[in-house]
């Protein structure tokens, strides 16, 4: 009954930006921690950013100064500022995120994933 909805992806060129944006809905007691993650065919899946409900955040090295991630706690939103897009950031983004189903059950969560390609 939990679902993360992925919006934002799309066609860019190079050294433009795009903002990702998930959404978690349905029997939510809170949400921890939030990340995104990328995964391009015939590869693995890599962390690209995560954000801890204390909004602490860490992100992959190939992407550390042009990707900001944030989150809105009362929309249970998560967010990627995606700057200065290459087109080796080409991938499908999902959104993943920790969520409390009540004050002793935690599970994890994936979303759908949005795809994002940006062109030469």
């Known amino acids: 009954q939990v679902q993360l909805v992925e919006s934002g992806g799309g066609l860019v060129q190079a050294g433009g930006s795009l903002r990702l944006s998930c959404t978690a809905s349905?029997?939510?007691?809170?949400?921890?921690?939030m990340g995104w993650y990328r995964q391009a065919p015939g590869k693995q899946r890599e962390l690209v950013a995560t954000i801890t409900s204390g909004r602490n955040t860490n992100y992959a090295d190939s992407v550390k100064g042009r990707f900001t991630i944030s989150r809105d706690n009362a929309k249970n939103t998560v967010y990627l500022q995606m700057n200065s897009l290459k087109p080796e950031d080409t991938a499908v983004y999902y959104c993943?995120?920790?969520?409390?189903?009540?004050?002793?059950?935690?599970?994890?969560?994936w979303g759908q994933g949005t795809q994002v390609t940006v062109s030469s």
């Open positions: 993943n995120a920790d969520i409390y189903r009540s004050s002793w059950y935690r599970d994890n969560y």
């Open positions: 349905g029997s939510i007691f809170s949400v921890n921690a």
